[in-house]
């Protein structure tokens, strides 16, 4: 897997900043340059967003955060860096100076990508030295949950510098589709533009609002887009004769003069008015970031449903989603803590805000989830971790016993702690506490027995030898350790009474 080391970004805006905390997410340094006096500030909120998108999308162990330097001087930032993302206002003299500054301060192996969404990578590289390194690299907004980036070359570009671009991508959870020839606008947005027209003239000619052409697209195609594309989508609609069929049905349909695509419609300040108004009647009062938010939830609900599909092998970007968690978890290494002798902390975790009802308390699931990370801790320290998994045999959790002794809340810093209660040949059984990391508090226990199986086979067996080594130490560890306070209790027993 080739992988970005040290990255750099020019421009800290909406797509720059998107950019940053995709890298930052991804384990990766990132050094800034933006001379705005806030790009600190915008860059800031825009990581935050992602962290909290993030904790949405996935529970796979994410690598430790990287670095982020704010340079004062763009050679300062780019010298290092083996790709380099130029996310400047959409300028074609600008982007020539900034690309041309790039090219003579970084170092000859950098990979050079441009986040333009239409100038032609041929007219950005024309004053380059080493014009060959230079390709587009257009994302979508939001960078760090979208995964797609269209990468384009130009005349001068090499073969090479696409196939190391594309070969880059997955490791940071992105998917790279080479557009084989420059043209303005590239595929995605050509696509986005013409759709773009036709709804400015449905505005404008007083079809609908703003609000229902939404509702339109979110409610209906714009659902089977967003895991199966147009030409997938209508190969279904054309039934058992596939898409030939279609074609045959409604091919005729594009000779018809209903579209207005062809005829510009005139953005006066009478309907950018009417447009701005009805906007901000849509809003009803959410700021940018609420509908960043928003919006963040929704993609992360959608990739994960998507990663659940096609009998949980993945479909469409769910699929990519699906291959990137498995490379956290492969890379993913279970520190042991130092004392055996009593409970293994595990799992440290903060209650974010996808974690919260709306009472601001941690959900029932949630709760769930941190104790199936502290016994998938523990099954890693022991060595029943993914490669395990991947050579035939597991540990299935076979029963479970939750007690909700306190709330955890919005922002809690949580820790989750594992004590061994008896070990054998095919069963683990474990006694998990979750705690206030601050104040030690018990929020919630959790008893689970777990079976080793088979999975090839679909039936229990024993567990490794080395497995069952790590386990049993564990055990003989944890045996002067006093039996948890509600092991061996099942729901509806009256509290134990301590007798004299």
Not at 54 to 75: D, I, N, Q, S, V
Request: hydrophobic share 45%; proline share 5%; aromatic share 6%.
């Amino acid at each position: 897997m080739i992988k970005i080391n040290k990255a750099a970004c020019v421009g800290g805006g909406v797509i720059g900043g998107g950019w940053i905390a995709r890298f930052l997410l991804a384990g990766i340094d990132v050094d800034v340059f933006d001379p705005h006096p806030e790009a600190g500030r915008i860059v800031g909120e825009v990581i935050a967003n992602a962290e909290r998108a993030y904790a949405m999308l996935t529970g796979a162990p994410l690598p430790p955060r990287g670095k982020l330097t704010f340079c004062k001087t763009l050679e300062e930032a780019v010298v290092d860096a083996d790709w380099i993302q130029e996310s400047v206002p959409e300028r074609l003299d600008l982007k020539r100076n900034v690309l041309m500054e790039i090219d003579a301060a970084c170092r000859p192996d950098a990979l050079i990508g441009s986040s333009t969404s239409g100038l032609l990578p041929s007219d950005l590289q024309r004053d380059m030295q080493f014009p060959e390194r230079l390709f587009v690299a257009h994302p979508y907004n939001p960078v760090y949950l979208l995964p797609l980036v269209e990468i384009v070359g130009g005349e001068k570009t090499s073969h090479a510098t696409i196939k190391a671009a594309i070969e880059k991508l997955p490791p940071i959870g992105m998917k790279g589709v080479h557009i084989t020839k420059e043209i303005e606008a590239f595929v995605g947005d050509r696509l986005l533009e013409a759709l773009w027209r036709e709804a400015l003239w449905l505005i404008h000619d007083d079809i609908c609002s703003v609000e229902t052409l939404d509702d339109v697209i979110r409610y209906s195609f714009g659902l089977r887009w967003a895991q199966m594309g147009l030409f997938q989508t209508y190969r279904i609609a054309g039934g058992e004769a596939g898409m030939r069929h279609f074609l045959a049905q409604f091919g005729p349909c594009l000779a018809w003069p209903w579209t207005k695509l062809t005829d510009v419609v005139d953005l006066d300040d009478a309907l950018v008015e009417k447009i701005g108004q009805q906007s901000d009647e849509q809003a009803d009062g959410l700021s940018i970031r609420d509908l960043e938010r928003i919006r963040d939830e929704n993609l992360a609900g959608i990739l994960q449903a998507l990663k659940a599909g096609n009998g949980g092998q993945g479909w469409g970007a769910g699929e990519l989603l699906k291959d990137f968690e498995h490379s956290l978890w492969a890379g993913a290494k279970q520190t042991a803590p130092a004392d055996h002798a009593v409970p293994l902390k595990l799992v440290e975790a903060r209650v974010s805000p996808a974690w919260v009802d709306y009472n601001g308390h941690m959900t029932e699931h949630r709760y769930l989830q941190v104790f199936g990370d502290t016994t998938d801790a523990l099954l890693r320290l022991i060595g029943a971790d993914l490669a395990y998994v991947e050579a035939g045999h597991s540990y299935y959790t076979v029963e479970t016993h939750i007690r909700h002794l306190g709330e955890a809340k919005l922002g809690q810093a949580i820790s989750s702690a594992c004590q061994l209660l008896s070990v054998d040949d095919k069963r683990l059984h474990i006694f998990h506490t979750m705690s206030d990391a601050i104040s030690g508090e018990t929020l919630a226990t959790a008893e689970q027995m777990l079976l080793h199986v088979d999975s090839k086979a679909g039936k229990s067996s024993p567990a490794a030898p080395d497995v069952l080594a790590k386990a049993r130490a564990i055990i003989e560890a944890h045996a002067s350790l006093p039996l948890p306070d509600g092991a061996g209790r099942h729901v509806g027993q009256k509290p134990r009474v301590e007798t004299a």
